[in-house]
């Protein structure tokens, strides 16, 4: 039988080291893992590496906080509520060091670290757009069949990887609703995964679940569960999308660095001090 993987919100975020690469789960503002982005914050952890296909409130409060020296990302915005203003601002002043990433990158990447294998081949068209330029370590090679130009994306391993589910038993298995993102493919290239979950049930009542178990509990290593742990993204089917929070946090976060700056500490105080 697999271990009882429960544990509190901060014992599980411990693990997480200044320094570390963390692949935060979810897609934009869907099941993003908030509560534990807001309990790095509230822990004063330094010079991580944010690996996200695209990043969301949870990534630009890393940035806003002070947690992140480098990002891995395709997209880091708020959708509908406009520009994500720490990113924005960091990426612009050069406080923010980004590697830029597609969709087929950064997965062909994680993808290739999943099946330890050192990098998988993409196709040369790549070579049209200007990623190759900003990307050095997008080796292009002949292909040994066809003789084909073809880029070597490297694999791309993180300490951590930080997932929000719908749901979970105390053993780690999973169910993880809506988009998927990456999710299921992050744990088996981090080193330690942790999970928040909006609930915790029996197995039972997890297998039965629509999509039934989409995470083993095997590639978990610490499950915590937080109730509304994605808001204000969603996580369906629980909660939709809070779009009036997440406009909240747009204008507050707009005001950092200017002469109203008190509004985006004031924001992020009150938001860490939920979590206590």
Known sequence: MNPDKRTGLNDALSAVRDGH???????????????????????????????????????????????????????TGLEVAGFAPHFTRGVQDGTLELIEETEYTLSYGVQAA??????????????????????????????????????AVPALHVDVAILHASAADRFGNCSLQGQLALDRHLPAIADITIVTAETIVEPDE???????????????????????????????????????AVLDYADAAGTAGTSDSGAWQQWLETATGALV
């Open 114 to 151: 999943a099946m330890r294998v050192p990098f998988l081949p993409m196709r040369g068209d790549i070579a049209r757009t200007d990623l190759p330029k900003v990307r050095p370590d997008l080796k292009a090679f002949a292909c040994p069949l066809t003789g084909a130009t073809l880029f």
């Open 21 to 75: 690469t963390v692949a935060l789960g979810g897609m934009t503002l869907y099941r993003r893992p908030v509560a534990a982005a807001l309990a790095l914050a509230a822990a004063g952890r330094r010079d991580l590496e944010i690996v996200t296909l695209t990043g969301g409130i949870e990534t630009d409060l890393l940035i806003g906080a002070g947690c992140v020296r480098r990002l891995r990302s395709c997209y």
């Open 206 to 244: 997890l297998r039965a679940m629509d999509g039934g178990v989409q995470l083993p509990g095997i590639f978990v290593t610490h499950l915590v569960e937080v109730p509304g742990g994605s808001l204000p993204t969603s996580c369906f089917p629980q909660h939709p999308l809070d779009l009036a």
